[in-house]
């Protein structure tokens, strides 16, 4: 995709701003202002998220290059990590819920919305 200075800069005014509310979200207060403030900041990772698939060069359409860039890039990490959180924790008990609802470590839940965005 060619971007227009234009386009590129409205890109990057999304990008200041995504990056001011990720630092919002991380400097919340705890109690009943953090959570008001993080209902006006929670977009920052799906604008982020939306950027990068924005952003990425269609040049190879090849369907199972992205899934194999998927595996390499996501799944295998995402198995990697929640297993070692797993054994870090110790909650065997549930692990294949967990596991796959992206529940292992708090932040997983992520993972699930990555799954849509290409590699460049």
């Avoid at 705890?30 to 060069?57: D, H, K, M, Q, W």
């Avoid at 065997?92 to 965005?117: H, K, L, N, P, R």
Wanted: aromatic share 16%; proline share 2%.
């Amino acid at each position: 995709m060619d971007l227009t200075s234009n386009m590129s800069n409205k890109i990057q005014i999304c990008r200041a701003i995504a990056i001011i509310a990720v630092v919002i979200i991380h400097s919340c207060p705890l109690g009943y202002e953090g959570i008001i403030i993080r209902c006006f900041v929670n977009f920052a990772v799906p604008l982020f998220i939306f950027l990068s698939g924005f952003l990425t060069r269609t040049i190879d359409c090849n369907i199972r290059i992205f899934y194999k860039k998927r595996l390499l890039r996501v799944f295998i990490p995402y198995c990697i990590w929640s297993i070692i959180y797993m054994i870090a924790s110790n909650k065997w008990d549930e692990f294949v819920f967990y596991f796959i609802t992206g529940q292992c470590c708090g932040i997983y839940y992520f993972m699930a919305m990555s799954q849509q965005t290409v590699d460049k």
